[in-house]
């Protein structure tokens, strides 16, 4: 026997007093007894290569050396793996590649090698491996920062997580990565949600859910972890309850739903619903509609059984408008019914706000030349079109203006004597003259010399004009609203004369003209909205009076259907007007150059552009409305700070008066009280 175990034990010597000596069992040549002590890591690593017949490639920075003695007899297997704990202990890992060689690295340069990626099926052990885990029912958001804490994330262990399939690859020893995976599915089973449908025969599932989710608020959900949190949802077609989540939380909220679930002891029932936006009035009118229907089916249907007497099935509803409220009396099927009415009526409509913007363009040119001449022997040319004073208008008018001298007259008196009378010199009447000339538009050069006298008129005309408007207004679904800027212009509709006819009674109508704006919204399923609009530009033309008034008026009429915050073209009128007008003497007024002496010449043109653009902007919440508050304040606000900084030399004593509104830079939060800056202007939040 001695000798047998001779024969298997091999001695190794290393440099100095330091040996190593690998013993196997005498009982099989399968079968190890490791010893080692102060031997070389790298002559550890040769050994044990030699013994299990592997190449092993051992990385240049692995140093040490190793003291460990067995006394028990190992397999190859058994071996090996006390290969991978020996490294292990001292820092290293062991890579085993798909062709069977073995490297040997440091633990922290191991992970960013080629380690095997295992399925299911490993051993434990120190072998280096990675191991793809999916995960069904928890998030490995969450998760993976657990594992990190057990996985050695400073030697050659790591653990990652992919959202989007939700897995987790873990890279480690086999054991350890073992351990872990063994954790996660623990985890991940303790994480399942089911789902279960209850269905009511009493109650209503709306309300039900509406109950217990106060109660779930009221009992410190916060402190809850949400695994064990269910989710309760009403089913009002089937009036069934669903309920998910953890099996022990699900049977909690099970047996409360059977609970409540009962049939109520009374025949009648009265219950008060508080509207939270509904109108009551418009909703009693809703449910008497309903509850008649509901009563009509039932008395056409099966017969109901004779202990059941027909005044038991009256309803009663009623509306309590101070408190907006409904009190109804019905049976219990009944007062379902009616309760789902209720509750799907009474809801948060969404609002609309329709922006308008009305842009006009308006250009007009005019040229008016004109030559007059007359003789007062007889003879004249003369013209009316365009601008032109007609001469002979303007002579009369220059003859009146004409003052006379006084005449000078002798006469007796009653004694035959002669007496001498003289008249005062009369002045002209300036009046035509003035009219006429108060009338005349441009240049005019007029000559008078030897009985004949000629008159030249010339005048060039532009007006220019661009009218931008951003009417706007906010509304609720299917209200109409408007909105007017502008000003109620009197005009005269009819008048009675008086017996005498010295007061006559007459009677006037306002007009409204300005910018007018009138839009029913209606939000249709998903974001478009069908506008009903009725849009109007209009303005008194020229100067006014009561008895002869013209407008000028252009308005749209349409149903238009546009999506949420889209701007749309509701129409547009883009025209042009030239006109020319030539007065002229026959075949005189057809010379060249010499026939503009002749002839008068008016050009006349007019460009108009004219476009209007609506926007709605469907608003289902506060915090959009709070928004768009928030922007247009600061708008406001903004010019206000502008005029106060650009205040003239004339308003420099007065500037610091000028009211602001207080800042408002939080959108989520309303500004400081509006008295305080009507108290003191100067009373601002933030100094500009």
């Known amino acids: 026997m001695t000798s047998k175990l001779l024969k298997k034990i ?46 092993i490639i051992v990385d240049p920075n692995v140093r040490g050396k190793v003291d460990v003695r067995s006394y028990d007899l190992l397999n190859e297997e058994q071996y090996f793996q006390f290969f991978l704990n020996v490294l292990e202990v001292y820092g290293y890992a062991v890579i085993e590649m798909p062709n069977g060689v073995l490297k040997v690295k440091r633990d922290k340069d191991a992970k960013t090698s080629a380690i095997p990626v295992v399925d299911d099926n490993i051993n434990s052990g120190d072998a280096m491996v990675t191991r793809v885990v999916q995960v069904y029912n928890v998030s490995v958001k969450e998760l993976s920062p657990l594992l990190r804490q057990l996985n050695d994330q400073a030697g050659g262990g790591n653990v990652v997580h992919y959202d989007p399939s939700n897995v987790i690859m873990i890279t480690g020893r086999s054991a350890v990565v073992n351990r872990l995976v063994e954790i996660i599915n623990r985890v991940d089973t303790a994480g399942n949600q089911d789902v279960e449908i209850i269905k009511l025969k009493y109650a209503s599932a709306a309300e039900l859910v509406r109950i217990i989710e106060t109660m779930m608020k009221s009992t410190g959900k916060d402190s809850t972890p949400d695994y064990l949190i269910p989710k309760i949802v009403a089913d009002e077609r089937t009036n069934s309850v669903i309920v998910s989540g953890e099996l022990k939380a699900r049977k909690r909220i099970t047996s409360l739903v059977n609970k409540l679930d009962s049939e109520l002891e009374s025949n009648g029932n009265t219950q008060v619903y508080y509207l939270k936006y509904a109108k009551a009035e418009d909703i009693v009118k809703v449910l008497k509609g309903v509850s008649a229907t509901l009563s009509a089916e039932e008395s056409g249907g099966s017969k109901k059984s004779s202990s059941r007497s027909s005044s038991s099935r009256e309803i009663s509803i009623d509306a309590h408008e101070d408190s907006n409220a409904l009190v109804i009396t019905a049976q219990p099927d009944m007062m379902r019914s009616l309760s789902d009415v209720i509750r799907k009526l009474d809801i948060r409509r969404a609002q609309v706000l329709v922006e308008a913007i009305i842009v006009e363009v308006f250009d007009s040119d005019g040229l008016n030349l004109g030559v007059q001449w007359g003789s007062e022997k007889g003879g004249m040319v003369q013209f009316n079109n365009g601008a032109v004073t007609p001469i002979g208008s303007l002579a009369a008018a220059a003859y009146q203006a004409t003052p006379r001298e006084g005449k000078t007259t002798i006469q007796l008196d009653s004694k035959g004597d002669p ?49 931008l408007a951003t009417p706007s207004l906010t509304t609720m679904d299917n209200e109409e609203a408007s909105v007017i800027v502008g000003q109620e212009v009197p005009t005269i509709t009819g008048s009675t004369s008086s017996s005498n006819n010295s007061n006559p009674f007459q009677t006037v109508d306002r007009k409204e003209v300005g910018i007018k704006l009138k839009v029913t919204p209606q939000i249709n399923e998903g974001t478009a909205v069908q506008m009903v609009i009725e849009q109007e530009v209009s303005s008194v033309a020229g100067s006014s009076n009561a008895v002869d008034v013209t407008f000028n008026k252009r308005e749209i009429k349409t149903t238009v259907m546009a999506d949420d915050g889209s701007t749309i073209v509701l129409g547009g009128l883009i025209d042009e007007d030239v006109q020319k007008s030539v007065s002229k003497v026959p075949l005189l007024g057809d010379i060249p150059f010499l026939g503009e002496l002749f002839k008068s010449t008016s050009n006349t043109k007019r460009k108009r552009n004219l476009l209007v653009f609506i926007r709605p902007t469907i608003i289902r919440e506060g915090m959009l409305q709070n928004s768009i508050s928030h ?58």
């Open 10 to 55: 091999g001695i190794f010597s290393s440099a100095g007093l330091l040996a190593c000596m690998s013993a196997v069992s005498s009982v099989s040549a399968a079968d190890y007894s490791p010893n080692f002590k102060g031997t070389d890591l790298n002559e550890f690593i040769n050994i044990v290569g030699k013994n299990l017949k592997k190449t």
């Open 419 to 467: 007496v001498t009378n003289t008249e005062p010199d009369e002045l002209g009447d300036v009046s035509a003259l003035a009219g006429l000339l108060g009338g005349l538009n441009g240049m005019a050069v007029g000559v008078v010399k030897d009985g004949w006298g000629a008159v030249l008129q010339a005048v060039s005309t532009s007006t220019n004009s661009n009218i």
């Open 631 to 688: 922007s247009k304040y600061n708008f406001m606000r903004a010019q206000q700070i502008e005029r106060k900084e650009d205040s003239g030399w004339f308003e420099v004593d007065y500037s610091d008066h000028i009211p602001v509104l207080p800042a408002w830079d939080d959108a989520t939060q309303l500004p400081d009280a509006f008295e305080k800056l009507l108290d003191d202007p100067e009373a601002t939040t933030e100094e500009e």
